[in-house]
């Protein structure tokens, strides 16, 4: 599943410049609503996601927004992450209870935020090569009550456990955003794939390329099915000439004789030569 990131970036009330881009805080909105800005003051972060998993980009990577310090108040924890090496994301949250205190357990998120910050969290530390140690709850870095859900752990309604979302963010970091998929790349078959005449729809499979109708060449390349489908073989190098995600987040790579599945279900059948 790949998700799609609004560009709402914007250098206004943005306090500081220079960003190092070590670490990655992963936040809560702390009140019951969806917004995507800074505050005059310039507190804030990078990207803001909605309820329905929508991704806005409020900042310029370079920014150093005020998301993760002590303001005077809180108490440092970790020893290396801070405002100017920090990329932020908050999550827009619900609650069911007082939504005043950041104590109250009933604070969660939707399944659709988190799945959404996951994804991001993954291209991120592919985009900037931080390692999965360094992506942290804002009460990591300081002791606030930051993300609620995350910090009081109760799995309260749609929310999950920190673990759950680190298990998450790690799965999608291992399948398809792994593998840039860009025109012209050769890639290996890891297992064997049949190939398709099109992508398939949600309401529609994509056909079967018939065994019958390849070239000579590539008949040697594939196996011959029932009702004459072409499977091509595992270990088969081929040249990608379009990469394109399907409705259910599959990826799909357009080859000379068809079309291949080559990320289902975040398992990836190919690898890059």
Not at 186 to 194: H, S, W
Request: charged share 20%.
């Amino acid at each position: 599943m790949t998700h799609k990131i609004i560009n709402a970036i914007s250098s206004r009330n943005v306090p500081c410049w220079g960003n190092r881009k070590k670490y990655i805080a992963v936040h809560y909105l702390g009140v019951v609503g969806q917004a995507h800005d800074l505050a005059s003051d310039g507190c804030g972060a990078h990207y803001y996601i909605y309820w329905d998993g929508t991704i806005y980009q409020r900042c310029s990577l370079d920014a150093v927004p005020w998301a993760v310090g002590t303001a005077g108040y809180y108490t440092q924890k970790h020893p290396e992450a801070r405002n100017s090496n920090t990329i932020s994301i908050e999550m827009c949250c619900k609650c069911d209870g007082n939504a005043a205190s950041a104590e109250d357990k009933r604070w969660y998120f939707t399944k659709e935020t988190q799945e959404a910050c996951a994804w991001l969290v993954a291209k991120l530390r592919h985009d900037l090569g931080i390692p999965s140690a360094n992506v942290l709850r804002h009460y990591d870095i300081v002791n606030k009550t930051c993300p609620a859900p995350y910090v009081h752990n109760n799995g309260y309604k749609t929310s999950w456990t920190w673990t759950t979302f680190k298990q998450r963010a790690e799965e999608y970091f291992n399948a398809g955003q792994k593998l840039e998929l860009k025109a012209g790349m050769k890639v290996k078959l890891t297992q064997d794939i049949a190939i398709r005449d099109s992508i398939s729809t949600k309401f529609q499979q994509a056909g079967y390329v018939k065994y019958t109708q390849l070239s000579a060449s590539a008949k040697k390349k594939c196996r011959r099915l029932s009702g004459n489908k072409a499977k091509l073989k595992k270990g088969n190098v081929v040249k990608v000439k379009k990469a394109t995600t399907a409705w259910n987040g599959s990826i799909w790579i357009q080859i000379k004789s068809g079309w291949l599945p080559v990320v289902v279900k975040g398992k990836q059948r190919v690898k890059a030569v």
